[in-house]
């Protein structure tokens, strides 16, 4: 069975200050990853994906993940955070192509500090 | 594009009664939805998934009898929670394949379901 590990359940950065948001897989088959973005009263927007090819994965508002099979990490980054980068942040796999439903993490609750 | 619309966004009710939650693809046809249920700061977990004109697929662990699962036309996939107790209360989010890039699903912003 796929799993998703967040270790981090809360992260605190300040503003200008770069982030690492770490992820952790368990998957049999080659994964397919994904990093979503809660905010409250919206529903998650992708922030970015792996499915094949580049292992450093660009993805919108600036951030960034890179995929590392040997750990099965698949680490968000961002190099300098916004107020508004504020919210709740998923990493995700998938398996059957990206056209299966979704295990998720626990979730990294990201607070920025002014 | 790629808008997915749930609703209500919100639902408070009474023990014994059911709740329907909607879910629509609004900009394109959505082959595949999926339902998800977010206990408090918890994950997400995969409740079905529904294709159009078939009868959804379940994960172990729920209640099929208790969560139906409609998923009439490519746009609209509906979730109806039977005889709901307080149990049941939680945070359901749809999401749906189908639209561009290809196997991505986007999500709708969720339902609050109260039983009280």
């Known amino acids: 069975a796929q799993s998703v590990t967040q270790p981090d359940i809360h992260i605190t950065v300040s503003e200008g200050a770069s982030l690492e948001l770490r992820c952790n897989y368990s998957?049999?088959?080659?994964?397919?990853l994904f990093w979503y973005v809660q905010s409250p009263g919206q529903g998650l927007q992708l922030l970015l994906k792996?499915?094949?090819?580049?292992?450093l994965v660009q993805g919108i508002k600036g951030f960034e993940a890179e995929f590392k099979r040997s750990q099965s990490s698949f680490n968000l980054r961002k190099p300098s955070v916004h107020w508004s980068d504020a919210a709740e942040y998923f990493c995700a796999v998938g398996s059957g192509g990206g056209a299966d439903g979704l295990t998720f993490g626990k979730g990294t609750h990201l607070i920025i500090q002014p | 594009g790629a808008v997915v619309s749930q609703h209500p966004s919100r639902v408070i009710c009474k023990s014994g009664t059911s709740v329907k939650i909607e879910c629509r693809s609004l900009d394109f046809q959505a082959t595949t939805m999926f339902w998800y249920r977010q206990f408090p700061k918890q994950s997400l977990m995969l409740m079905a998934t529904?294709?159009?004109?078939?009868?959804?697929?379940?994960e172990q662990g729920v209640e099929k009898d208790k969560f139906l699962i409609n998923h009439a036309s490519l746009t609209l996939s509906t979730l109806t929670v039977t005889s709901a107790h307080p149990e049941d209360s939680s945070f359901y989010i749809c999401s749906a394949l189908g639209g561009a890039p290809k196997n991505i699903q986007y999500f709708g912003a969720g339902t609050r379901l109260s039983v009280l």
């Open positions: 529904s294709n159009e004109g078939s009868k959804a697929t379940y």
């Open positions: 998957y049999g088959a080659t994964p397919y």
């Open positions: 792996y499915f094949s090819g580049d292992t």
